[in-house]
């Protein structure tokens, strides 16, 4: 991307090269979306930590899988639980029409 002296292309925004620049236009803000209730915005994993107090897995990735599919199939049709969530969903405002 960058050209022989590693500078980023002359068509980048002063704060993607790293340069100061006080007459570049500043892009809008990005306008987030409310948090909606039990969303998970950011999933890190603890695998280090559990390591360290002495956690170890008894069970390896493939037979876990094969296990929860195994799980999965002993359940109703998962159409069932989709619209039971869909209701849910609507019924407590989660997800509503938007005027146009």
């Not at 990735?61 to 869909?86: K, N, P, Q, V």
């Amino acid at each position: 991307m960058g050209t022989a002296s590693n500078s980023p292309p002359p068509h980048w925004p002063a704060r993607f090269s790293g340069e100061q620049s006080h007459d570049a236009p500043m892009a809008a803000p990005l306008r987030r979306a409310p948090i909606r209730p039990a969303a998970m915005r950011h999933l890190p994993s603890h695998a280090p930590l559990a390591r360290s107090v002495g956690y170890r897995p008894t069970v390896d990735l493939a037979d876990g899988i094969a296990r929860y599919i195994a799980w999965i199939r002993t359940h109703s049709d998962i159409s069932d639980y989709f619209t039971e969530a869909s209701e849910i969903l609507k019924n407590t405002g989660i997800v509503h029409r938007v005027a146009r």
